[in-house]
């Protein structure tokens, strides 16, 4: 890792990417040893407008909070790839949920189309952890957090009683990165 990666999660207000990233976060700082910064935004709107939750990781001290040059991108709807894909450095990870993002961008990028939100509802019965699922996909590109790093953060967060769901998600999502 370098001394500065950026990860932008972005989609629709409701959908838990501030609580994706703030799992990131805790998983990357408590369990992995390195510093993290969590910040997010979200449009006037609770539910259904655009949303954003950026996490910057470093072996360093972070001067500066915001992400700039985005090294991970994941986008669960249409409107926030044609957002935030002009900040993915060229050889950046786009995440993708392939039934919300059809119009692909152009670029050289490592892609990653997946049916993140298809994984929740269908297999784990829940499409309320699909941010869940995408965190699992994020732990298998991102060498700075391991599986099981995130596990322990989102084991920490989650509902008592949805733990099993929660590890299952999380599984599926690392699962679906090949």
Avoid: W
């Avoid at 998983?27 to 510093?35: H, I």
């Avoid at 949920?97 to 993140?116: A, C, Q």
């Avoid at 994984?119 to 829940?126: L, P, Q, S």
């Avoid at 733990?163 to 699962?175: F, I």
């Amino acid at each position: 890792m370098s001394n500065r990666y950026e990860v932008r999660l972005s989609g629709a207000g409701g959908q838990g990417l501030v609580l994706g990233g703030v799992i990131l976060a805790e998983a990357v700082s408590l369990y992995e040893g390195n510093n993290a910064v969590q910040t997010q935004s979200y449009g006037p709107e609770a539910r259904g407008g655009a949303s954003k939750s950026e996490v910057i990781i470093s072996t360093e001290e972070i001067d500066y909070p915001k992400a700039t040059q985005i090294d991970l991108l994941l986008c669960l709807t249409q409107e926030s790839c044609d957002k935030y894909v002009v900040d993915l450095k060229e050889d950046g990870i786009l995440i993708a949920d392939s039934r919300m993002v059809k119009d692909l961008p152009e670029g050289n990028y490592r892609i990653y189309n997946l049916p993140i939100i298809d994984t929740a509802k269908e297999k784990v019965g829940k499409v309320f952890v699909a941010n869940i699922v995408a965190l699992g996909a994020i732990a298998h590109l991102v060498d700075a957090v391991s599986l099981a790093s995130v596990e322990k953060a989102v084991l920490k967060r989650v509902p008592p009683g949805t733990e099993e769901l929660n590890k299952k998600a999380l599984k599926l999502g690392y699962d679906l990165v090949e």
